[in-house]
């Protein structure tokens, strides 16, 4: 089958054709007639396997044939909603690359940055939404977002989204859309949370399961290393510098620990980006434009953060910490092997995580091959400070010219602790106005010395400061 027996517009057929796209994905053939019908979709299908032109094809060939009326402010007729800013961007870039010649409208809406260049677009007029849960709330929380005229909804990674406890915000937001909709739900996995939630949003919905949940990509070759924690970074650097790695990403469970992975592989002078919750948007997107243009070709990210990376020619994934969730670890592999190349997915397993891994196996029916660890890892060439730009601090015991100084003795010590403290006494009696006498420690003859801290206010005889 190719694009052309699909019956999209014109104008999008030649976006397609621009694009370099001929013939569609499984899940791409099977979605766009049904939602051209008006169907609802349920559709369940691994990450690279074309789920955004799924959706997004039919829809633009939808709104670009039922054109809004010529007078009057566009109001948004379809909702896509996703988990994360970085997914957010990528369905973005996909609606502007397919609708170019259409004329269509939309805006990514998402937090993290300032609502007021968001708001402006909406006041201006469009023709698609893409948000994520929480600033489309707070948009409509306002009263700033107008949801009266959607007729097709679509919930991408929709498991996803229930991992981040966003099923209560969708369950608000499609309250305030018509009931007479068309909606569309994709996911990666099906757990039982999203076949409920799909069961209350669609109406007779079809079905469509391009590829078995706990199955991987056959182009993926996986490989396990049994090795202690303390060793995962040193193998890590190891693997990066000895195979031919054109990018990769490296899987961390925590956003401290992707940080940590990067200060880590800076000594051994492998450079690497983080993304994850705790890094703003501006972060997030300067560490991705990093990794698609090759000036960083190692991207240490959560299960979260990685969400939305549409990344080609990613030739490696590399399991740091193993996912307690089974059905992530499919998800997290699948970020290699895009489009029809083949790629390497490594799991690092120390004694710990035996359980997971277990579960990860039992999942895709399948036992990892085990790699036998080298003995000769590399050893840290440099201490790079937890921030690139502080300047490394000078040993003790060296001054400015790099040479060791001489160790004073206790007696030495004491004598330079009463000169200070003599120092500062004549300093105090100088600015208290003393004599050239006093102000080398002598008071004039035929005074008093003055007494310690000062002379003091006489408050009168039975009097207390302070009080009446």
Known sequence: MRFTDLRLAEPILRAVAAAGYTNPSPIQAQTIPHTLEGRDVLGCAQTGTGKTA??????????FRDTPKPHGRRIPRCLVLCPTREL????????????RHTGLKHVTIFGGVGQRPQVEAIKRGLDVIIATPGRLMDLMNQGLIDLREITTLILDEADRMLDMGFIPDIRRITKKLPPNRQTLLFSATMPKQIRKLAHDLLTNPVTIEVAAQSTTADRIAQRLYHIPKKQKTALLAHLLLTE??????VFSRTKHGCDRIVRQLRRYSVPAEAIHGNKSQNQRTRSLDRFRSGKAHVLIATDIASRG???DDVSHVFNYDMSNDPESYVHRIGRTARAGASGIAISFCDE??????????RLIRLDIPLAATPTDLPEPTKKTPANPTQKPRKPKGEGHGGAPQPTQSEGEKTNKKKRSRRRRGQRGASKSGGSAHESHGQHAPGKKPPRRGGNKPNNGPGRRRGKR
Request: zero cysteines.
């Open 54 to 63: 799924a959706f997004a094809l039919p829809v633009l060939d939808a709104l």
């Open 88 to 99: 957010a961007s990528q369905i973005g870039e996909s609606f502007d690359e397919y609708g």
């Open 244 to 249: 031919s790695v054109s990018r990769a990403i």
């Open 309 to 311: 990376i549409d990344v």
């Open 352 to 361: 710990s995580e035996a359980s997971q891994l277990r579960a990860i196996q």
